[in-house]
């Protein structure tokens, strides 16, 4: 046996199961990959990635992706990001989980996710289960009953009875454990941002990038990253584009709500931008908007700050993080109500005019954001985590 593969077999390996690859662009999969990433890399750990077909993902160091064969029509028709999985490739998960020395489950309510956690379960794996978010509060009353019980008969049993429970914010960790008595301790572990890559621009590429986008002097731009779905605020972002008819929207995401059929002249639609092209959205715009409601705390507010660029959001979202809550703009949402929360966010917005566009981007916000939220030491809390699990066993 070659010292190489030796050093493979010696590995603890770990198999995490979300229901989309990084590829899909959410925030949940985007953080499930960037963590693997940097564990996989710097750890004696090797990672069984289970996800939705519906996006390729390469093999690399450290992890290999075992896509299972999926339908994806929720998503597509009405938006709910709940994709089901093949009878072929459940059976294969089931197999993966018996050679797996630990499982770890990338939020609770989908099918692969529910399925991995009961047999892990019954073949006593170690069970590290990563929360997102709270319950979604659709708009729709029978959508939002549902979610409410799955959430109650399903989320929080499976919290309670995993060997970890983790939260990426502390306004999520504090609704569940008013909720669960839970018998270990939990933990709450925020996402990361790269700030090699999301970092303030200087003022003669940001001129430049501005520039590029043919952007008038004095016009503000107000920019939108995420899943284009119902919870994110769309409806909102569209009010609030027809009040600011004069300001510049942009909207970077991909979903089933398409804002390019709103044909409102001062709206572009940014579909396939990430990495450095994603970053020149945020160095060249002059506030993230954010009308969503049932976060947790989106990875888009840390890239912006990150990035020097003021966020907006509701309350509820900058609860997430109350080392953020300071550095955020709040402002108030009602999910019900699109062209209430538009008005009222046009009159902060209106009060905001003099100091837009930015003359230069916020350095201390990008100071915070760089001091609180690198990978590497969100990635080596997780590192610890499974290095604790592998010593028990």
């Not at 590995?11 to 963590?35: D, F, N, P, Q």
């Not at 018998?183 to 941002?193: A, D, E, F, R």
């Not at 300071?326 to 062209?339: D, F, G, K, L, R």
Request: net charge neutral; proline share 7%.
């Amino acid at each position: 046996m070659s010292e190489e593969t030796e050093t493979r077999s010696n590995r603890h390996k770990v198999l995490v199961v979300s229901h989309y690859y990084s590829e899909h662009g959410g925030g949940i999969e985007l953080v499930a990959g960037k963590l693997i990433d940097e564990i996989a890399t710097s750890d004696n750990f090797s990672f069984t990635w289970a996800a939705s077909d519906c996006d390729a993902h390469e093999e690399s160091e450290g992890q290999r992706p075992m896509p299972m064969v999926s339908a994806n029509f929720l998503e597509s028709t009405i938006g709910i990001p709940w994709p089901i999985w093949g009878i072929g490739s459940l059976i294969k998960l089931k197999k993966a989980i018996s050679e797996a020395d630990a499982v770890w489950l990338h939020d609770t309510l989908y099918l692969g996710n529910i399925l991995a956690f009961h047999w892990a379960k019954k073949l006593n794996k170690p069970i590290v289960i990563t929360q997102h978010i709270d319950p979604i509060p659709y708009r729709n009353p029978i959508l939002r009953y549902a979610m409410k019980l799955a959430d109650r008969w399903i989320t929080c049993k499976m919290l309670k009875e995993a060997t970890q429970a983790t939260f990426i914010s502390d306004r999520v960790a504090e609704s569940y454990y008013q909720r669960i008595a839970f018998t270990k301790p939990i933990q709450i572990i925020p996402n990361g941002v790269d700030t090699r890559q999301y970092h303030p621009p200087i003022l003669e590429k940001r001129a430049w990038l501005r520039q590029q986008f043919a952007l008038r002097s004095g016009q503000p731009v107000l920019l939108f990253v995420g899943r284009l779905v119902e919870k994110k605020g769309l409806a909102t972002i569209r009010e609030l584009a027809a009040l600011l008819p004069d300001w510049r929207f942009w909207i970077a995401g991909r979903g089933p709500i398409n804002p390019q059929r709103w044909h409102m002249p001062n709206v572009h639609v940014f579909d396939n931008r990430r990495d450095a092209a994603l970053c020149e959205l945020y160095q060249a715009a002059d506030i993230l908007i954010l009308p969503s409601y049932g976060e947790g705390f989106p990875l888009v507010i840390q890239e912006a700050l990150a990035s020097g660029l003021p966020v907006m959001c509701s309350p509820e979202t900058a609860a997430g993080s109350r080392m953020a809550t300071p550095h955020v703009i709040q402002a108030e949402v009602w999910p019900n109500s699109p062209e209430r929360t538009a008005q009222f966010w046009a009159g902060l917005l209106r009060g905001m005019a003099a100091q837009l566009p930015l003359k230069q981007p916020d350095q201390a916000l990008a100071d915070f954001a760089s001091s609180s939220w690198r990978w590497s030491m969100i990635a080596r809390a997780y590192a610890d985590i499974f290095r604790t699990l592998s010593q028990r066993q």
